[in-house]
Nanobody, 129 residues
Framework: QVQLVESGGGSVQAGGSLRLSCAASGRTFSVYGMAWFRQAPGKEREFVAGISRNGGSTYYVDSVKGRFTISRDNAKNTVYLQMNSLKPEDTANYYC??????????????????????WGQGTEVVVSS
């Protein structure tokens, strides 16, 4: 089992940047595929980005491509989400999630919430115009 704790959220103006971190407990972090999801008020939780166990494969939802970058440091048991050129529509609670049976490559099938076994408590991101 793994416990996930997000940090790095906050308030920023449109065009600004934030870097989210997700620290995982346990010694087997490198076996998990990892992802970031977000949930805006009144909306469904949606996939944002995912990364394979060794970081060699990533996948993004179209709305964040070119602006967000997911990465991981297995030595530090941490996954990151660098968010640049933020827009008001990026306002949401951001959650990291772990998949204990990941595919080698991240893709469209990585987007399903049911694929992920462990979730963090979320960190809030507010982007003002």
């Amino acid at each position: 089992q793994v416990q996930l704790v997000e940090s790095g959220g906050g308030s920023v103006q449109a065009g600004g940047s934030l870097r989210l971190s997700c620290a995982a407990s346990g010694r087997t972090f490198s076996v998990y595929g990892m992802a970031w999801f977000r949930q805006a008020p009144g909306k469904e939780r949606e996939f944002v980005a995912g990364i394979s166990r060794n970081g060699g494969s990533t996948y993004y939802v179209d709305s964040v491509k070119g602006r967000f970058t997911i990465s991981r440091d297995n030595a530090k048991n941490t996954v990151y989400l660098q968010m640049n050129s933020l827009k008001p529509e990026d306002t949401a609670n951001y959650y990291c999630a772990a998949d204990r049976a990941p595919s080698q490559y991240m893709g469209v099938l990585s987007q399903g919430r049911s694929k992920y076994d462990y979730w963090g408590q979320g960190t809030e991101v507010v982007v003002s115009s």
